[in-house]
């Protein structure tokens, strides 16, 4: 028989076990609980990826006129400010072909100088032969009063009849000849002339292909990638070296098809770098969502159409524009990896982008305009000394 002093510690340590297991399944629930709040009012209103990469626009510079290259100003990594000569190409060939056009164009000046002036001379021919048209005309009607009475004989009547009709023949050649001269020249200046100015647009050509022998930098940025050297002699397109202007950058997220639903362009955007760890912190806004998976846009896309066929959760890229501030008191680089958190909880935004306003560019650069107007200025001044010399 079990005494009442040894059934009491067992009651005891019974009634200890079932609060300690009260508590735990107490504990269980309430971390459950807990759980489930954080899921709902938390990991429900945003969106994780690592799966998120820089990005940033790479500006090729290429060349635009032939010749050799004499100088590189710039290397990799080094900076560059927008408008910097960065490659020199030799100006023989270059000064040349300006030379030659210079030439053509006095040339062609001089030639039609030369036709507006004879335009004088069928005139005064034209004058000639009607004046010599009026004399044998008079001589005719002098001697047919002299043939009536038989004074004069019919032979140099006839001579006189043959002479005005000669005349009058030299009159119509000497028009014909002014009217083809004045057809190509009529209604229009020297300066003006189709020709002239077709020789102008070759100079202004020649002109601005001599001054593009100094290669310009688009944007400021740094220098990425060189590939031209010394030397080699390029041509109009032929790409020398790339350009990343570092303070345009964005992020491209790569979101499972899964977790688009309650992304929205404009939602605040938390993002983390691995080159700086968790101690550094950047933020940014959706901008959009890419109108294709990033398999839809690859070299060789996907053929689903096949028997042997495995569904593969798709991602789309998603951009995010980063802070000015943040990115120059922290510099990013091209290709780093991003770790990603989006706001969701206002989910009142477009789905898609927005139309770009068609007035205002997304880019511009000014170091690229070209003097045409020395240009210009240069091949009128020719024009002017030939027309006038």
């Not at 002014?178 to 190509?184: P, Y």
């Not at 990343?244 to 309650?262: G, T």
């Amino acid at each position: 028989m079990t005494t009442p002093s040894d059934s009491t510690p067992a009651t005891g340590l019974e009634r200890k076990r079932r609060w300690a297991l009260a508590g735990i399944s107490l504990l269980v629930l309430l971390g459950a609980a807990a759980y489930a709040a954080y899921a709902t009012l938390v990991l429900s209103q945003r969106e994780d990826t690592d799966n998120a990469y820089v990005g940033g626009n790479q500006v090729m510079l290429t060349a635009q006129a032939a010749g050799n290259v004499a100088e590189i100003r710039a290397d990799e990594t080094q900076r560059v400010q927008a408008g910097a000569e960065l490659v020199l190409l030799d100006p023989a060939d270059a000064q040349v072909a300006l030379e030659q056009a210079a030439a053509r164009l006095g040339q062609q000046v001089r030639e039609l100088r030369e036709r507006y002036s004879a335009l004088a001379q069928y005139d005064a021919t034209i004058a000639l032969r009607r004046t010599e048209l009026q004399r044998a005309q008079q001589d005719l009607a002098r001697r047919r009063p002299l043939a009536a009475d038989q004074t004069l004989p019919a032979e140099e009547i006839a001579h006189a009849q043959d002479a005005v009709q000669t005349a009058q023949a030299a009159l119509a050649v000497a028009e014909r000849q002014a009217e083809a001269a004045r057809a190509g020249l009529a209604g229009v200046s020297l300066a003006e002339h189709p020709a002239v100015q077709a020789a102008r647009a070759d100079y202004v050509q020649a002109w601005l292909a001599q001054h593009r022998n100094a290669v310009l930098a688009p944007v400021s940025g740094y220098v990425g990638k060189r590939s031209v050297q010394l030397g080699a002699h390029v041509t109009p397109g032929t790409a020398l070296m790339s350009i990343v202007p570092l303070e345009q950058l964005w992020v491209d997220a790569n979101f499972k098809e899964s977790e688009l639903a309650h992304l929205r362009v404009g939602q605040p955007v938390q993002l983390q770098a691995d080159v700086y760890g968790g101690d550094v912190s950047f933020h940014g806004r959706v901008l959009g969502l890419s109108p294709g998976t990033g398999s839809a846009f690859s070299l060789l896309p996907a053929q689903n159409a096949t028997g042997n066929w495995i569904k593969v959760v798709q991602r789309v890229p998603v951009r995010i524009a980063l802070d000015p501030a943040e990115l120059r008191e922290h510099p990013l680089r091209i290709g780093l990896s991003m770790q990603v958190r989006v706001d969701t909880h206002d989910r009142s935004g477009p789905v898609l982008g927005q139309a770009a306003p068609q007035s205002q560019p997304v880019y511009r650069t000014q170091a690229l305009q070209q003097p045409l107007l020395q240009a210009e200025s240069a091949a009128d001044a020719i024009i002017a000394r030939q027309a006038h010399g």
